[in-house]
């Protein structure tokens, strides 16, 4: 079966179109065409435990190349995710990397996956420089099936999901 994007309407706080890819494999991002208007805000939910440091670098290295402006890491091992992104950015003897320094970045690993969700549709935002190219979100979910259900319903009614998460943080 071949692998595709899902696209669903406008939403979230910059209204931008809102997407889902579910992959089995981190290695299947590389056969995915992304058909975005311009730059994207990404969430990764990946749990990275048994990735090897080159294969992060390889997803994160494909996703700066296809336009990610902005990316959220979330599950299990996030942190170390979040480090070989940064440093994907930043290289190692700065400006070595192909990548802007303007790309904003997050690990949300004492978070839930709602939680994280609903910040990277309500509250990640490019830098300046890339407000106004950033039309896309997407929501990369890497051997996470169980999540799958809790992204297309966020996609599906942003506002919905928005006001369940804001109302169970209140209860707490």
Same mark, same amino acid.
């Given at each position: 079966?071949?692998?595709?994007?899902?696209?669903?309407?406008?939403?979230?706080?910059?209204?931008?179109?809102?997407? #889902?890819?579910? #992959?089995?494999?981190?290695?299947?991002?590389?056969?995915?065409?992304?058909?975005?208007?311009?730059?994207?805000?990404?969430?990764?939910?990946?749990?990275?435990? &048994?990735?090897?440091?080159? #294969?992060?670098?390889?997803?994160?290295?494909?996703?700066?190349?296809?336009?990610?402006?902005?990316?959220?890491?979330?599950?299990?091992?996030?942190?170390?995710?979040?480090?070989?992104?940064?440093?994907?950015?930043?290289?190692?003897?700065?400006?070595?990397?192909?990548?802007?320094?303007?790309?904003?970045?997050?690990?949300?690993?004492?978070?839930?996956?709602?939680?994280?969700?609903?910040?990277?549709?309500?509250?990640?935002?490019?830098? &300046?420089?890339?407000?106004?190219?950033?039309?896309?979100? #997407?929501?990369?979910?890497?051997?996470?099936?169980?999540?799958?259900?809790?992204?297309?319903?966020?996609?599906?009614?942003?506002?919905?999901?928005?006001?369940?998460?804001?109302?169970?943080?209140?209860?707490?």
């Amino acid at each position: 079966m071949p692998l595709r994007m899902e696209s669903f309407a406008r939403g979230g706080l910059s209204n931008r179109r809102l997407h #889902l890819l579910e #992959l089995t494999r981190a290695e299947d991002l590389e056969e995915i065409s992304f058909d975005f208007e311009g730059h994207c805000s990404v969430i990764m939910a990946w749990n990275a435990v &048994d990735a090897s440091a080159s #294969l992060i670098a390889n997803v994160v290295e494909g996703l700066l190349d296809r336009g990610a402006v902005s990316i959220s890491c979330w599950g299990e091992d996030c942190k170390r995710v979040h480090d070989i992104l940064a440093e994907s950015i930043v290289g190692s003897t700065p400006p070595v990397s192909q990548y802007s320094s303007s790309t904003m970045t997050t690990c949300h690993e004492r978070e839930s996956f709602e939680e994280a969700l609903w910040y990277a549709l309500f509250v990640a935002q490019p830098t &300046d420089q890339f407000e106004a190219s950033c039309r896309d979100s #997407l929501v990369l979910l890497i051997d996470q099936p169980e999540h799958a259900v809790i992204g297309r319903a966020a996609l599906n009614d942003p506002e919905h999901f928005s006001g369940e998460v804001l109302r169970e943080k209140s209860d707490d």
